[in-house]
T-cell receptor
Framework: KAGVTQTPRYLIKTRGQQVTLSCSPISGHRSVSWYQQTPGQGLQFLFEYFSETQRNKGNFPGRFSGRQFSNSRSEMNVSTLELGDSALYLC?????????????FGPGTRLTVL | DQQVKQNSPSLSVQEGRISILNCDYTNSMFDYFLWYKKYPAEGPTFLISISSIKDKNEDGRFTVFLNKSAKHLSLHIVPSQPGDSAVYFCAASRSNFGNEKLTFGTGTRLTIIP
């Protein structure tokens, strides 16, 4: 079974631009969660989607948004990029919504904002 | 407000010895705890979990201990192997609240010295 895939793996943008990241969950998984990893902050939860509905949201500004398609693939969008948005963005999939189910992480997208 | 804390950013242990990684939490509503392991350029992988109804869970070389009164958990790896060198994240959730998100610590980088 293929794992969670994220594209692109690396991205360089400049301040003020916007970016879209993509995540394809494990086949059959309907829940996709997004996290931001920065040094010293660990993994911070962005949002979770299940069956195309946002089920949970972390404490990030409205510049961070996401969506999920009918095939469970998910995209995350960040508008008006700031230097502090430079981070590793990870997505994780699980079969059902709810964190007691094991989440499987993708390799992440490394975003650098200049 | 860091609700899950890993106060040791790094730890070095001799191969064959015991590695002990610590994690503290402040939210008394957390009742499900997980450990993830992360290699560079890969997403975190699930290691082991424990529910608050238990104080110990063992899986091969990995054992997690939970001390609810102290709001403390630890991961023991015995014996430590070079392949265990990675960043370890502890995470917590309120499992009975359905779609609760995972709250992660900031990670501890474990280095096993051959």
């Amino acid at each position: 079974k293929a794992g969670v895939t994220q594209t692109p793996r690396y991205l360089i943008k400049t301040r003020g631009q916007q970016v879209t990241l993509s995540c394809s969950p494990i086949s059959g998984h309907r829940s996709v969660s997004w996290y931001q990893q920065t040094p010293g902050q660990g993994l911070q939860f962005l949002f979770e989607y299940f069956s195309e509905t946002q089920r949970n949201k972390g404490n990030f500004p409205g510049r961070f948004s996401g969506r999920q398609f009918s095939n469970s693939r998910s995209e995350m969008n960040v508008s008006t990029l700031e230097l502090g948005d430079s981070a590793l963005y990870l997505c994780a999939s699980s079969a059902v919504s709810g964190t007691t189910d094991t989440q499987y992480f993708g390799p992440g997208t490394r975003l650098t904002v200049l | 407000d860091q609700q899950v804390k890993q106060n040791s950013p790094s730890l070095s242990v001799q191969e064959g010895r015991i590695s002990i990684l610590n994690c503290d939490y402040t939210n008394s509503m957390f009742d499900y705890f997980l450990w993830y392991k992360k290699y560079p350029a890969e997403g975190p992988t699930f290691l082991i979990s424990i529910s608050s109804i238990k104080d110990k869970n063992e899986d091969g070389r990995f054992t997690v201990f939970l001390n609810k009164s102290a709001k403390h958990l630890s991961l023991h790896i015995v014996p430590s192997q070079p392949g265990d060198s990675a960043v370890y994240f502890c995470a917590a959730s309120r499992s009975n609240f359905g779609n609760e998100k995972l709250t992660f610590g900031t990670g501890t980088r474990l280095t096993i010295i051959p």
